[in-house]
């Protein structure tokens, strides 16, 4: 029985999207227009049909999308980027949920947990990242669901109207040496080779294969890089490899930005052989120092890069990028709820999206 302040839970329906549906898509463009604005991000329909249609990992014929419906009413519908992680010596197949959104007035009456299980029906591990506090909280409530924390941000310095903010010079001056480096310019490796490509080859494929270890994290094939890097719609990213003596030892992807009076850069990937990944984090740092940003942000969750980056400069930031997972599985629960052993940057999920 309801209680005398709540309406009564309505009777919903969740359909997934077909490939053949022509006349759902445009129900749900007008659904998503009103519910995250016409010119947002989220209605963009070239950013949405390489999303859930181009993206490389999906092993259906119909889109990764579930839509909630009372009769012929659209009230919300939550996506999936299925991805394959690389764990140890083997591949899992998982899937990051995204484009959530439910209308306000029925958020907390049943259909979110619908929609979430047919995340976790459609997939052996469900991951979340970022999500805004109204769907934190839902999380927080729903069985099953492990929180993992929050993802490291770290920030460069690279102007002195950067340094404006109390806020920034407060954090500079509890992370030692970090004020006397903040303005200094990257310098690269002497015998590390930079080049910016248009497309990454096997030769990255390899790379990431190489360094990954016992980590934990999507695997960062040249084809998954492509999609999210190369022919992703209303943002452009620089790709850049990183070669010593002729051996691919790194690479990174670049994004830069304007928000107001600051041009902002953006440390989106970066991975590289360890003896070199000092100096190729530095490399990338300098590229986007090249381009005249007034500072870099690096969100990634990974002791090495972060060491690296500190290094060179970068301190520790709030972030809001929340991490939580789910999965039935019991073997493979002991394994993933590990948070030490995880490898996730910006670029995860949906995260890495125009401000």
């Not at 759902?24 to 070239?46: C, K, M, N, T, Y």
């Not at 942000?297 to 972060?306: H, I, M, N, Q, W």
């Not at 991490?323 to 030490?340: E, G, H, I």
Request: one cysteine or more.
């Amino acid at each position: 029985m309801a209680l005398p302040s709540e309406a009564p839970a309505p009777v919903y329906a969740i359909r997934r999207l077909r490939a053949a549906d022509r006349t759902v898509p445009e129900e749900l463009f007008r659904f998503i227009q009103a519910a995250w604005g016409a010119d947002s991000w989220h209605a963009d329909r070239d950013r949405w049909e390489w999303q859930f249609h181009g993206v490389p990992t999906n092993g259906h014929a119909e889109p990764p999308l579930w839509i909630l419906t009372r009769g012929e009413d659209i009230l919300g519908q939550v996506g999936a980027i299925p991805v394959r992680l690389s764990m140890g010596a083997k591949e899992q197949p998982a899937a990051w949920a995204c484009d959530l959104m439910i209308l306000p007035e029925y958020w907390n009456r049943g259909g979110f947990p619908l929609l979430m299980r047919e995340i976790s029906r459609g997939y052996p591990l469900a991951l979340v990242l970022g999500m805004n506090r109204k769907a934190y909280a839902l999380f927080q409530r729903s069985p099953g669901w492990t929180d993992l924390g929050v993802i490291p941000r770290l920030q460069l310095y690279c102007s002195l109207g950067s340094l404006a903010s109390a806020r920034t010079v407060v954090a500079l001056a509890r992370q030692a040496g970090s004020a006397v480096r903040a303005l200094a310019p990257a310098r690269p490796a002497a015998d590390l080779a930079v080049r910016s490509v248009a497309r990454f080859d096997a030769r990255v494929t390899a790379l990431w294969d190489r360094v990954v270890g016992e980590r934990i994290a999507v695997r960062r094939s040249a084809p998954w890089l492509n999609w999210k890097y190369a022919g992703q719609p209303r943002l452009t990213h620089e790709r850049l490899e990183m070669e010593s003596r002729g051996t691919l030892v790194g690479c990174a992807v670049l994004r830069v930005e304007t928000m107001g009076p600051e041009r902002l850069g953006y440390l989106i990937e970066c991975f590289a052989e360890p003896p070199a990944l000092v100096g190729v984090t530095s490399a990338a740092v300098a590229r986007l120092q090249q381009l005249g940003v007034d500072r870099i942000t690096c969100d990634v969750l990974d002791p090495a890069t972060e060491q690296a980056l500190r290094r060179i400069g970068f301190v520790r930031r709030r972030s809001g990028m929340k991490f939580m997972l789910r999965t039935s599985d019991a073997a493979l629960a002991s394994v993933v709820r590990d948070r030490a052993r995880w490898y996730i940057t910006r670029g995860d999920a949906d995260q890495d999206r125009p401000r």
